[in-house]
């Protein structure tokens, strides 16, 4: 396998490059932080007609998940719109969601979202949808048999992250099934779509516990 000249390009540089890429197709500007334990994206709203992100990198790497594939995963976030303004209004303001409430259905949302920009930056690029399916498969086994049988967001996970095995014979496999699949390759609000058809079973869940 050819292997990047590190000495030409470094790692930190390549991954300022591909921001800078996102950067001009959604009129932002992009910064990445290596700190923290876990990777994600932050908006800070509106400067001189940008929109300003903050992208953290877990240092270290959490888990089973390479640095690039981090950066890529959140900088797909910004790129294909994941539309958490529109996701909090929906929860709070017409759902009306206490907080526990509230953080089990962003938690569902989140993994539908993943899947979502993970399918269309991977359609973009092929090299970046091999890399997604080498990281769900590497979390996958990080997960073991440890799964939730009856929590919406273990089967969720499960499916993604390519262990429906363990969970197949679980109540609603398929409908969380079907929810990872409709969302492929969607617009930025495919997965509040997704969401919104699963509700009655989500809200089955809670209900019941």
């Given amino acids: 396998m050819t292997r990047r000249n590190t000495e030409l390009l470094s790692n930190k540089d390549m991954y300022v490059k591909y921001a800078d890429v996102v950067e001009v197709v959604r009129n932002a500007k992009i910064t990445i932080m290596h700190r923290g334990s876990n990777n994600m994206v932050q908006y800070h709203g509106l400067e001189k007609d940008k929109h300003i992100f903050r992208i953290f990198s877990a240092t270290p790497n959490v888990k089973g998940i390479e640095k690039f594939v981090g950066i890529i995963h959140e900088l797909a976030h910004v790129l294909f719109e994941s539309p958490f303004k529109a996701t909090k209004k ?99 609000f495919g997965a509040l779509r997704v969401i919104v058809s699963i509700k009655p079973y989500l809200d089955k869940y809670l209900s019941d516990r």
């Fill in 90 to 188: 929906l929860f709070k303001d017409n759902w009306q969601l206490n907080q526990e409430e509230y953080k089990f259905f962003f938690n569902v949302f989140n993994v539908l979202e993943d899947q979502r920009i993970e399918s269309q930056m991977g359609k973009m690029y092929l090299k970046h949808a091999g890399r997604f399916n080498k990281t769900t498969k590497a979390l996958g086994k990080l997960m073991g048999n440890d799964v939730r049988h009856n929590n919406p967001i273990d089967i969720l996970l499960a499916i993604r992250f390519q262990r429906g095995n363990v969970i197949n014979n679980t109540e609603n496999y398929d409908v969380y099934a079907k929810a990872l699949e409709d969302v492929v390759l969607t617009d930025k």
